[in-house]
T-cell receptor, first 115, second 112 residues
């Protein structure tokens, strides 16, 4: 059974500083997704990481994937208030019957950026 | 934004009543998913569909059934609602496994 753990669960950030969110998973996978959720809202796709060593960057966010270590990181550079949200990683399980993505989500990291 | 509509957006009902949630997409995507979101659990997959009339269970499927008679519609049914099924339910769609899932706005379901 695939298990996905994120840490920390809560991250209080100061504006202008750098932080990292970690996503560990328990079984082999080479597909990992990062999402953002604002309070009371839907989930917004941030990154799709499809192979070992994949790195994606958008603005102040950068995500990477190490499939051998079963670890993905989401790095936030020079945090700003607009990045306050909950961030989820999700790992794709083994392909079964061409069944699409069977995602297992981490528990989420709630980020609060303070001035 | 992906064309996904969930209905209803909010519902309050009583234990033991049947409930059906609807997910409608205008993207013609093959894959559709139902998740529930509860504090501390992230999102958990209930059921998913990989084509018309093709569905399978996710990790928390007990007490739920689904149907997909048309590409655009994916229905989630709680045959006899229980208080433990109080949650926010999200529908998602995807075109293939190399693309992210896109999520609807969610349905907040309260079972008293």
């Amino acid at each position: 059974e695939l298990k996905v753990e994120q840490n920390p669960l809560f991250l209080s950030m100061q504006e202008g500083k750098n932080y990292t969110i970690y996503c560990n998973y328990s079984t082999t996978s080479d597909r990992l997704y990062w999402y953002r959720q604002d309070p009371g809202k839907s989930l917004e796709s941030l990154f799709v990481l499809l192979s070992n060593g994949a790195v994606k960057q958008e603005g102040r966010l950068m995500a990477s994937l190490d499939t051998k270590a079963r670890l993905s990181t989401l790095h936030i550079t020079a945090a700003v208030h607009d990045l306050s949200a909950t961030y989820f990683c999700a790992v794709d399980g083994p392909m079964i019957k061409a069944a699409g993505n069977k995602l297992t989500f981490g528990g989420g990291t709630r980020v609060l950026v303070k001035p | 934004d992906a064309g996904i509509t969930q209905s209803p957006r909010h519902k309050v009902t009583e234990t033991g009543t049947p409930v059906t949630l609807r997910c409608h997409q205008t993207e013609n995507h093959r894959y559709m998913y139902w998740y529930r979101q509860d504090p501390g659990h992230g999102l958990r997959l209930i059921h998913y569909s990989y084509g018309v009339k093709d569905t399978d269970k996710g990790e928390v499927s007990d007490g739920y059934s689904v149907s997909r008679s048309k590409t655009e519609d994916f229905l989630l049914t709680l045959e006899s609602a229980t208080s433990s099924q109080t949650s926010v339910y999200f529908c998602a769609i995807s075109i293939d496994r190399t693309q992210p899932q896109h999520f609807g706005d969610g349905t907040r379901l309260s079972i008293l």
